[in-house]
């Protein structure tokens, strides 16, 4: 089965720029939907982007839109998020995850149809 593992989190200042990174192991990245959420304390985890099997859909959740950006490296079996002009309201803990079904890539965001969590990199965004 699948596993996902995050990391590239850590304490940066507002307005810098930030990759994270997640490594799949046990099966490959392109049969899943994949995806990366986020969650404060005492808050529920939210779905800020996904993406299809295919590459060619996407989801932002609109708080993250045009700041955010999921990508893929099949060869390296590996999803990135790209998160640039951070704000402390980006510090979170990151989660990458993957689904095998999902009926649309807003879906398993936004009701977080996932399969397979990673166990999270957090993100401290401050001065």
């Known amino acids: 089965q699948l596993q996902l593992v995050e990391s590239g989190g850590g304490l940066v200042q507002p307005g810098e720029s930030l990759r994270l990174s997640c490594s799949a192991s046990?099966?490959?990245?392109?049969?899943?939907?994949t995806g990366w959420f986020r969650q404060v304390p005492g808050q529920e985890r939210e779905g800020i982007t996904c993406?299809?099997?295919?590459?060619?859909?996407?989801y932002y959740a609109e708080s993250v839109k045009d700041r955010f950006t999921i990508s893929r490296d099949i060869a390296k079996n590996t999803v990135y998020l790209q998160i640039d002009k951070l704000t402390p309201e980006d510090t979170a803990v990151y989660y990458c995850?993957?689904?095998?079904?999902?009926?649309?890539?807003?879906?398993?965001?936004?009701?977080?149809?996932?399969?397979?969590w990673g166990r999270g990199t957090q993100v401290t965004v401050s001065s």
């Open positions: 995850a993957a689904a095998s079904v999902v009926s649309t890539i807003r879906t398993m965001c936004t009701r977080k149809w996932v399969d397979y």
């Open positions: 046990g099966s490959t990245l392109n049969e899943y939907a």
């Open positions: 993406v299809d099997s295919a590459d060619d859909d996407f």
